[in-house]
Every structure is written in C-alpha cells, then in structure tokens.
C-alpha cells in the first residue's frame, strides 16, 4: 500500500482564493497518477489530507472517475474551534484507489476528543484547541495485498499539488 499526503490551498477568510483553491483540487488526480506511474505495479493507493472543500466537490469529479473513493464521508465534519465543537466542514479526508477500497473494513471516523489544552490561547483566555482539524481515520485489513506492487522508493520525486497560479513565479 502507497499513502500519500496533500495539503491543499484554504480559500481564504473571506473565499478570497477560492478560485484558486478549486484549481489545485483538480490536480489531486495528476498526484495520484504520478505515484502509480513511478510505482508501476502498485494499485493500493491512498491520498489523504487537508482538502480544504468538501469531498462531494466537482472539482473531484475527475478523481471519482478513475475509481478513486472517499472513505470520510461529506456528513462527517472535520474541522473543529472553541465555537463550534462539533464541526461544520468536511476538509480533511482520505481518497481511496478502486484496489485499495477492497481491504477497507468499513470503519472510519473523526477524532474530537482530548484536543484541547489549557496551554493554548483561545482569544483571550486559554484552553484552545490544539488545531482547527481533527484527526480522521480508516481501518484497512493490513494482512491483504491485491497486487503484485512491491514497496518502491519515491526518493528524489517532487510533486507539486498546483499548477502555476496568477501572481506566482
């Protein structure tokens, strides 16, 4: 199995970079596709991350095509504040390849509890949270492997989430 790990572009306080944000999202496909063409045999693919919109997004449309799934569902929010502890975005996810979907057991979730501390500022007393997402899980059975991939090396490979955006070199 082969994980990969993105973190996409926030669209901003008030959607400022929206549209830049949709861009990025379009190329998640061109990051898994990379990493199944350096690790020719490997089918057991995941990418998981900060997504910054919701996984029933259009802009991964392309992604559902190719067989890709997304095992946090878009009901399941991830993200967490000191107002609002229960969530009110689904960000974080984890987009599994057609292969990799036949070992998952069905069991997913979110983690809200122990994520504050009485050493993190919030506002102008203490007890913060320690991030604004909640750590998110997948249970796969790790005893199955469906293909004849063998653990490959991506040393020396840089993939780069976004293309060149306006007002970037």
């Not at 061109?30 to 063409?37: F, G, N, Q």
């Not at 690790?39 to 998981?48: A, T």
């Not at 009901?75 to 009110?88: A, C, E, Q, V």
Request: proline residues 5%.
């Amino acid at each position: 199995m082969t994980v990969c790990s993105v973190h996409l572009k926030a669209a901003g306080l008030k959607n400022e970079d929206l549209d830049d944000s949709k861009l990025e999202a379009t190329t998640v496909l061109k990051i898994a596709k990379a990493v199944e063409k350096k690790l020719e045999n490997e089918k057991d693919v995941i990418v998981l991350g900060d997504f910054n919109m919701s996984p029933d997004s259009q802009e991964f449309d392309a992604f559902r095509t190719t067989g890709y799934t997304n095992m946090i569902p878009s009901d399941l929010f991830t993200n967490i504040s000191s107002r609002n502890m229960s969530g009110s975005q689904p960000y974080d996810n984890m987009w599994a390849s057609r292969q990799s979907q036949q070992i998952y057991t069905g069991r997913h979730g979110v983690i809200r509890e122990g994520l504050t501390s009485p050493w993190i500022p919030d506002g102008w007393s203490w007890g913060g949270v320690v991030s604004d997402h909640c750590p998110i899980w997948v249970e796969y059975f790790v005893d199955k492997d469906l293909d004849s991939g063998t653990a490959g090396e991506l040393e020396g490979i840089v993939l780069t989430a976004a293309p060149s955006l306006p007002n970037e070199p």
